[in-house]
């Protein structure tokens, strides 16, 4: 018995490889080479409320890392050269990015690299252990500007449209002009920081880690991710349409703290549920 076992560890580091020596060095030049970038990035954390929770993306990617620490080393494979090729591609966007000043892209190449040298210095086999891991770093980076603009001003109107249209389906009589809303004698405007794209990015890691520990089929996964989007409107219309009604059935000031943050909690409990409900239906189709 003792032979046997000492057999199949044998085989099991002859399958798999082992860690080359050095292998933290390329892993310290990334962080040097971009340095710059991160502190850039962890400062867009802090200065910008909209990602705010890039904070906690690295934190929980190494989360999920370390609850796969078993399963990772006994998938540690020999030097795959074909990593080379990401990491080739991560660095031509570096440099591209680098000279036009687009910082998205900078970022991104990061995410590109890292997966080339994990690919590069372990195999195949461990990129598919650790894909999830790796590409959720991918949260932890602005959308470019353009797009955030881009898709806020849509996000206010439809926000307004659909709450006063349920505001009127109650017989409250409301009117909008654009993305305000009258009501009796008060006026709501849902502005930019309202308009639902602040909770759609939070909401869209929310779904990734959710969808990928919660359920086993991949194609579950996806529609669950997928449906980040349309339950991040839905809440912030519930936000919206509860901030109404407090301000006309109880005369309360929304727009004051504590007030605005408790409705702003409301858009990640209604997500928050509607999430739970979608992965329990996917559940109960794919598995």
Same mark, same amino acid.
């Given at each position: 018995?003792?032979?046997?076992?000492?057999?199949?560890?044998?085989?099991?580091?002859?399958?798999?490889?082992?860690?080359?020596?050095?292998?933290?060095?390329?892993?310290?030049?990334?962080?040097?080479?971009?340095?710059?970038?991160?502190?850039?990035?962890?400062?867009?954390?802090?200065?910008?409320?909209?990602?705010?929770?890039?904070?906690?993306?690295?934190?929980?990617?190494?989360?999920?890392?370390?609850?796969?620490?078993?399963?990772?080393?006994?998938?540690?494979?020999?030097?795959?050269?074909?990593?080379?090729?990401?990491?080739?591609?991560?660095?031509?966007?570096?440099?591209?990015?680098?000279?036009?000043?687009?910082?998205?892209?900078?970022?991104?190449?990061?995410?590109?690299?890292?997966?080339?040298?994990?690919?590069?210095?372990?195999?195949?086999?461990?990129?598919?252990?650790?894909?999830? &891991?790796?590409?959720?770093?991918?949260?932890?980076?602005?959308?470019?500007?353009?797009?955030?603009?881009?898709?806020?001003?849509?996000?206010?109107?439809a926000a307004s449209k659909i709450?006063?249209?349920?505001?009127?389906?109650?017989?409250?009589?409301?009117?909008?002009?654009?993305?305000?809303?009258?009501?009796?004698?008060?006026?709501? &405007?849902?502005?930019?920081?309202?308009?639902?794209?602040?909770?759609?990015?939070?909401?869209?890691?929310?779904?990734?880690?959710?969808?990928?520990?919660?359920?086993?089929?991949?194609?579950?996964?996806?529609l669950l991710f997928i449906s980040?989007?349309?339950?991040?409107?839905?809440?912030?219309?519930?936000?919206?349409?509860?901030?109404?009604?407090?301000?006309?059935?109880?005369?309360?000031?929304?727009?004051?703290?504590?007030?605005?943050?408790?409705?702003?909690?409301?858009?990640?409990?209604?997500?928050?549920?509607?999430?739970?409900?979608?992965?329990?239906?996917?559940?109960?189709?794919? &598995?």
């Amino acid at each position: 018995m003792i032979r046997l076992s000492m057999e199949n560890v044998n085989a099991v580091k002859t399958n798999s490889g082992t860690t080359p020596r050095g292998w933290w060095l390329p892993f310290a030049a990334l962080a040097l080479i971009y340095l710059p970038a991160l502190i850039d990035l962890v400062v867009n954390w802090y200065e910008d409320a909209n990602y705010s929770h890039g904070f906690l993306i690295p934190f929980m990617s190494g989360y999920l890392l370390y609850r796969k620490r078993q399963l990772l080393a006994a998938n540690v494979g020999r030097i795959d050269a074909s990593g080379l090729w990401l990491v080739a591609a991560g660095m031509f966007l570096f440099i591209v990015a680098n000279g036009a000043a687009e910082y998205f892209t900078i970022r991104f190449s990061l995410v590109v690299t890292l997966f080339g040298l994990v690919y590069f210095l372990f195999g195949s086999k461990m990129i598919r252990c650790c894909w999830f &891991e790796l590409a959720f770093l991918v949260f932890m980076i602005p959308i470019p500007y353009v797009i955030y603009y881009s898709a806020t001003l849509p996000m206010q109107l439809a926000a307004s449209k659909i709450t006063v249209a349920t505001l009127n389906l109650l017989g409250a009589g409301a009117v909008r002009q654009g993305n305000i809303i009258h009501l009796g004698g008060i006026t709501l &405007e849902v502005a930019e920081a309202c308009s639902g794209i602040r909770s759609l990015v939070s909401l869209a890691a929310l779904g990734a880690i959710y969808a990928y520990l919660t359920l086993k089929h991949n194609g579950a996964r996806t529609l669950l991710f997928i449906s980040t989007a349309p339950v991040a409107i839905i809440a912030n219309v519930a936000r919206v349409f509860v901030s109404a009604v407090l301000a006309y059935g109880a005369s309360v000031d929304v727009t004051v703290e504590p007030t605005h943050s408790i409705m702003g909690l409301i858009v990640f409990v209604v997500a928050f549920i509607l999430l739970a409900l979608i992965a329990g239906l996917l559940r109960r189709i794919f &598995e």
